[in-house]
């Protein structure tokens, strides 16, 4: 990636060579949101902490990396996000800091909204939408998809609202609806020409092996708990140095 070339170009002449800036785009998780908590009687807020994010996660393990280079860091992730809404926010949010790199991650809000195939198809035309405005803009881009959602309503779990969610978030993922929104980003990815950090089947992987990801989730619905968070950052560090 010319990201890469960028990197050692400023860790060899930090006087010489410009800044490395890198974006990211996407929900709660890409934000850092981890734990639920009540601010109502049927509403709850999250533990935000931004970095502990994957995001700044990988940052960290770049930075170590490469310790002459200067990486900018912007965040572009909100909580309850969408690629839609994603689409409309880049201008604003992303492109005016002309990223050298943006990682856009999408899927878990826009499968909650229904299993409509327009609902599908309106999630890979904004993500097609973001590919083609990054690539305009001079950022290459990587598709990183999210982690599993839960696959059962955790004991843990106490207030009725957030059963509530859990519980329909565990009805989404046993119809693979998260699945095939992710099928359809991926066709888009390729069409465009973007790298596919394909996260998800590493989390697919781990519950066919046996693993519990439902406590994997700090929230026990669908935001990863701190250390799998580096899963994501581990990922996307592979996919960065992949020839």
Same mark, same amino acid.
């Given at each position: 990636m010319q990201f890469l070339e960028k990197l050692r170009q400023k860790n060899?002449?930090?006087?010489?060579?410009?800044?490395?800036? *890198?974006?990211?785009? #996407?929900?709660?998780?890409?934000?850092?949101? /981890? &734990? *639920?908590?009540?601010? #109502?009687?049927?509403?709850?807020?999250?533990? /935000? &902490?931004?970095?502990?994010?994957?995001?700044?996660?990988?940052?960290?393990?770049?930075?170590?990396?490469?310790?002459?280079?200067?990486i900018n860091l912007v965040n572009a992730g909100i909580s309850g996000d969408n690629a839609s809404n994603g689409a409309r926010r880049l201008s604003r949010d992303v492109l005016p800091y002309r990223p050298d790199l943006t990682v856009v991650c999408y899927g878990l809000n826009d499968c909650m909204a229904g299993p409509e195939p327009e609902r599908r198809e309106a999630y890979a035309s904004a993500l097609r939408e973001i590919?083609?405005?990054?690539?305009?803009?001079?950022?290459?881009?990587?598709?990183l998809t999210p982690n599993s959602m839960c696959g059962y309503v955790d004991a843990q779990i106490r207030s009725e609202a957030e059963r509530q969610a859990?519980?329909?978030?565990?009805?989404?993922?046993?119809?693979?609806r998260l699945e095939a929104f992710l099928?359809?980003?991926?066709?888009v990815a390729a069409d465009c020409g973007v790298k596919v950090c394909d996260c998800h089947a590493r989390w697919q992987k781990l519950r066919a092996a046996g693993v519990d990801t439902t406590a994997l989730l700090s929230n026990r619905i669908n935001h990863p708990t701190r250390e799998m968070h580096d899963l994501f950052a581990v990922s996307l560090l592979e996919t960065i140095f992949e020839e």
């Open positions: 060899d002449d930090m006087y010489g060579a410009a800044p490395v800036t *890198l974006a990211f785009l #996407g929900d709660s998780v890409t934000n850092g949101c /981890f &734990e *639920l908590y009540l601010v #109502g009687e049927n509403a709850f807020d999250a533990v /935000f &902490e931004r970095h502990n994010s994957y995001a700044s996660r990988l940052v960290r393990m770049l930075n170590y990396l490469y310790p002459r280079a200067q590919f083609t405005a990054l690539k305009e803009n001079g950022s290459e881009a990587i598709y859990a519980a329909a978030t565990c009805a989404v993922t046993k119809e693979g099928q359809a980003g991926k066709a």
